[in-house]
């Protein structure tokens, strides 16, 4: 039986979640696998991939290193070279497995005008000339992605006093152009959602 031990090799701001492990199938390390990416192509055989769970370890920085045996997405089963009995998967339900940046970027395709979330965090949000605020991190709801946006202070204090946080469907009606040169997305009809927020 392999032995797995967690380090801390993996600066955090590098990784990727990619999905969260369920429950164990069967006795040889079989496990469910809810993915978290649009991007399935990144379950490839060999890849490093790497498992984290906070209870099981005292550090919550710390993670496992897997490499991937097989990923079957209509089942949703996933399996690791490293794990080869039912108790082994066993202490990695409910983990989070993360691929690299480099990774990512490297397995996954994007279409035109599409971007990883990971490189638009920060991005201005300028409308009509004006900063609204900066992204501060995305979320999915339904089937849309949201930015949710930090307000510029100018908006957020005296004498205006808007929302500190608000959200923008990231989809036509809101989104003209996103600039990775300048770093800047500009939006129209998004100070109406701050203003009614």
Partial sequence: MAKISPHTNQEESNLIAIAKLGKTIGLK???????????????IPDI???AQKNHIFQN????ITLHLKEFNPIKSLISFQEIDSLEMAKNLTNAILYATLQDTKKYCTLKENEFFWFEIMGF????????????EDIERIGATDYLVI??????????????KHFLIPYIDPYIIY???KT??????????????S
Avoid: Q, R, W
Wanted: net charge negative; with cysteine.
């Fill in 178 to 180: 996103t600039d990775t």
């Fill in 124 to 135: 201005k949000i300028i409308e009509d000339e004006e900063t609204l605020g900066y992204v």
């Fill in 150 to 163: 930090c307000t510029d202070p100018k908006l957020s204090s005296a004498p205006l006093k808007l929302k």
């Fill in 29 to 43: 390390g079989h496990m469910k696998c809810y993915p978290m990416t649009d991007f399935p192509e990144i379950f």
């Fill in 183 to 196: 770093h800047h997305i500009y939006t129209k009809n998004a100070k109406s959602l701050l203003l009614a």
């Fill in 60 to 63: 919550s920085k710390e993670y």
């Fill in 48 to 50: 490093t991939l790497f």
